[in-house]
């Protein structure tokens, strides 16, 4: 019982983020922004923005993969300990979504792709 209120707990928290979920191609729009903006970028709106994303992605995407977990389904990646990415891996993750399709897949996504490839299940 408990598991199947976390479930559904989770899935509700997850469609409430993809409703205001940031897609790719903004993601690295704002981060052009950022990037010319140098060192000064820390104080512009964008890299709160980013930030904000960022952390509710890695948040949401965590909550996505204990409950697969503790619904007995495998996750889309598992990590030894925390799932982390350097800055050069997340741009990574953005620019290998095809052009075409960056405005149609959110962030999150992006990211899951990336953690999959990094931490892949085993057998």
Do not use: H, W
Request: with cysteine; glycine share 6%; aromatic share 6%.
């Amino acid at each position: 019982m408990r598991i199947k209120l976390l479930v559904a707990g989770v899935a509700g928290l997850i469609s409430v983020s993809a409703a205001n979920a940031m897609d790719v191609g903004t993601f690295l729009a704002k981060a052009a922004i950022l990037q010319d903006r140098g060192v000064l970028a820390v104080f512009a709106s964008e890299y709160d923005e980013l930030q904000a994303e960022v952390r509710t992605s890695f948040a949401s995407l965590k909550q996505e993969r204990l409950a697969a977990r503790a619904a007995g389904r495998r996750p889309a990646y598992c990590p030894p300990g925390p799932a982390t990415l350097s800055t050069a891996e997340l741009i990574a993750a953005m620019t290998a979504v095809p052009e075409a399709r960056r405005a149609r897949t959110q962030v999150r996504d992006a990211l899951r792709a990336a953690f999959a490839r990094k931490y892949p299940c085993g057998g």
